[in-house]
């Protein structure tokens, strides 16, 4: 199982950037799905994350500027970003509870991360 995720990079201030993220793999079924951010010498926070059914949970400090989505016959998890702060400068992470057949349990993977920086 495999987690994909892109769409990173450069923007400024006031910006906006969509992140997405694929599961690909011996893939049964998937529970939740999420990002999470992290930047040097902190632990990793998260941002957001979305069941299945489509029930959100967002950190505090996404205030309506960011929103996640999820295409379940995709296995595809989207994080929208809007007005970007130079505080939301950090690796993103895709997570997802997967199950790879019926008889297993849900186990957690992550995607590789990917840089988002907010700088003028």
């Known amino acids: 199982v495999q987690l994909q995720a892109s769409g990173g990079g450069l923007v400024q201030p006031g910006g906006s950037l969509s992140l997405s993220c694929a599961a690909s793999?011996?893939?049964?079924?998937?529970?939740?799905m999420g990002w999470f951010r992290q930047t040097p010498g902190h632990q990793r926070e998260l941002v957001a994350t979305?069941?299945?059914?489509?029930?959100?949970n967002n950190a505090d400090f996404v205030k309506g500027r960011f929103t996640i989505s999820r295409d379940n016959a995709k296995n595809t998890v989207t994080l929208q970003m809007n007005s970007l702060k130079p505080d939301d400068t950090a690796v993103y992470y895709c997570?997802?509870?997967?199950?790879?057949?019926?008889?297993?349990?849900?186990?957690?993977?992550w995607g590789q991360g990917t840089l988002v920086t907010v700088s003028s």
């Open positions: 979305i069941t299945r059914r489509g029930d959100i």
């Open positions: 997570n997802a509870a997967i199950r790879r057949s019926p008889d297993s349990e849900y186990l957690g993977y």
């Open positions: 793999g011996s893939i049964f079924s998937i529970n939740n």
